[in-house]
Nanobody, 128 residues
Framework: QVQLVESGGGSVQTGGSLRLSCAAA????????MGWFRQAPGKGREGVAV?????????YADSVKGRFIVSQDKDEDSLLYLQMNSLKPQDTAMYYC????????????????????WGQGTQVTVSS
């Protein structure tokens, strides 16, 4: 069974940076869809940054392009990161790490419906 554990959330001021980490267990993540999603109070869960680890192909929500970077650890394929720069108050949300089962086809990589495994989330709060 795949397990995902996020860390690295916290509170920062506008313009600050945070790096989220996701430790995955239960599979080898050399050719999987893995990514980050977020959910703000009263809103639905949205895709932020997703990677297909086999090709290191990345996809970003328009709202975070140029500010966030998703990456996989070069030495440990079970570690996924989200570097968040130039943070804005509208980035405030619970951030979740997610992975899809091996072999999953995703028509829209940023759609959470395609992801089978989820972490418990880490809170990011950006104050103005």
């Amino acid at each position: 069974q795949v397990q995902l554990v996020e860390s690295g959330g916290g509170s920062v001021q506008t313009g600050g940076s945070l790096r989220l980490s996701c430790a995955a267990a239960g599979d080898t993540f050399t050719s999987h869809w893995m990514g980050w999603f977020r959910q703000a109070p009263g809103k639905g869960r949205e895709g932020v940054a997703v990677m297909f680890t086999g090709a290191q192909t990345t996809y970003y929500a328009d709202s975070v392009k140029g500010r966030f970077i998703v990456s996989q650890d070069k030495d440990e394929d079970s570690l996924l990161y989200l570097q968040m720069n130039s943070l804005k108050p509208q980035d405030t949300a619970m951030y979740y790490c997610a992975a899809a089962a091996y072999g999953t086809y995703l028509e829209d990589p940023l759609d959470p419906v395609g992801f089978n495994y989820w972490g418990q989330g880490t809170q990011v709060t950006v104050s103005s």
